[in-house]
C-alpha cells in the first residue's frame, strides 16, 4: 500500500506531457521545467504527484515518503535508481534516488523514501 509522507515538495511547471506519469521520476530541464528522467540521471524535479501536461503546473516530491511507479521486481529496503521510462529499479550502477519502504513487481506502485543523490 503506497503511503505518502512528504518531508519536501515543490511546485513546478511541466516541461512536457506528463499527464500519463504520476508516481514517475521527474529532472529539471535547461529552462527550469519538469520532464522524466530517463536512465542514471539525478532526480532534480521529484517524484511527479499530479498529472500535468505540458505547461501545467503540479507538486513534485523532492524529500520524504512518495508513491513511485517500479520497472522491475524490488525488495523491501532496496536502493533505488530511476531506468530509461523514468520508473524505479533497485539500484545497480545508476545514481541512487532512494529507499524501497517495501517490495513489488514491475508496474506495482509502492512506497518510497525518496533520497536523491547529486
Given amino acids: 500500500m503506497a503511503i505518502e509522507q512528504s518531508g519536501f515538495s515543490q511546485s513546478l511547471e511541466a516541461g ?20 522524466l528522467c530517463v536512465a542514471a540521471e539525478s532526480l532534480t524535479a521529484g517524484v511527479c504527484l499530479g498529472t500535468p501536461a505540458a505547461g501545467e503546473a503540479a507538486s513534485f516530491g523532492v524529500v520524504g515518503l512518495f508513491p513511485v511507479v ?11 535508481e530511476v531506468n530509461a521510462s523514468g ?32
Fill in 87 to 118: 520508473q524505479f529499479i533497485t539500484l545497480a550502477s545508476g545514481k541512487a534516488a532512494g529507499v524501497a519502504q517495501e517490495g513489488g513487481a514491475s508496474g506495482n506502485i509502492i512506497t518510497a523514501l525518496i533520497l536523491p543523490q547529486m
Fill in 16 to 35: 512536457a506531457d506528463l499527464s500519463a506519469k504520476q508516481f514517475y521520476a521527474c529532472k529539471l530541464d535547461s529552462n527550469g521545467k519538469a520532464v
Fill in 70 to 80: 517500479l520497472g522491475g521486481s524490488v525488495n523491501a529496503g532496496a536502493k533505488l
